[in-house]
């Protein structure tokens, strides 16, 4: 299963591809060369296949845990400043996504939406300390009932030129629900309150929708 933001992106690549091995067979006539252009084109084919895939995950539905918002691997778990929205301490828990991972996020607990705000920004690599404040990104905050508010931030890396957030204030928040894309990479911040319990550890590779970050 293709994730809609991808449809678009997978059928220029598709035709792409095939206008380029239709030239490459049509004005060259080495074989070696024709079979080349054909594997480097379905390898990218393939990799761009499986950027957009939207694996269907089973979330249990559990009030008292917060669950990761997207695939990758645990990066930072530190106290930090959230000068946003809180203009307090908080827990950041990140997970960075590579490029193979699923790029898909979703939302971390049941709840109602808050807060949604876009920010322009600079592409400086997702491991950055400063990237979480000056690239590209989006800052979402779920009301949740074990939790009270909880605030996700989709931050651009490097390669990711457009980020995606379908949450707008007052939507219901369905743990483990899309609520949006990053395309090309980089990472999401979680900011917990500072009493949270947390379930993971630095390093530690996480599922979207299935992995529990925390629980009460």
């Known amino acids: 299963m293709f994730h809609k933001e991808g449809y678009k992106i997978l059928g220029f690549s598709l035709l792409a591809f095939l206008v380029i091995n239709i030239l490459s067979y049509s004005f060259i006539d080495i074989l070696w060369l024709q079979s080349a ?41 530190e106290e930090v400043f959230e000068k946003e929205f809180f203009k307090e301490k908080r827990l950041q828990v990140s997970v960075f996504m590579s490029p ?18 876009y920010h322009p920004g600079k592409y ?43 949450a707008k204030v007052n939507d219901k928040a369905v743990q483990g629900d899309d609520s949006g894309f990053i395309k090309f990479g980089s990472r ?6 500072l009493n949270t319990k947390l379930n993971v550890k630095l390093n530690e590779k996480v599922k979207g929708g299935v992995s529990v970050i925390a629980k009460q």
């Open 188 to 193: 999401v911040d979680l900011y917990l309150p």
């Open 37 to 77: 252009v054909l594997i480097v084109t379905a390898v990218l084919f393939l990799l761009v296949v499986q950027f957009f895939r939207n694996p269907q995950r089973k979330t249990v539905i559990n009030d008292s845990t917060i669950v990761s918002p997207v695939d990758g691997k645990v990066v930072v778990i």
């Open 100 to 117: 193979i991972n699923v790029h898909v996020t979703r939302y971390p607990v049941n709840g109602i939406v808050t807060y949604s705000k």
């Open 124 to 166: 400086l690599v997702a491991w950055h300390p400063k990237s979480s404040e000056e690239n590209e990104r989006t800052t979402v905050v779920v009301k949740n009932k074990a939790f009270g508010e909880i605030l996700y931030r989709q931050v651009a890396g490097a390669l990711a030129k457009r980020i995606v957030n379908y």
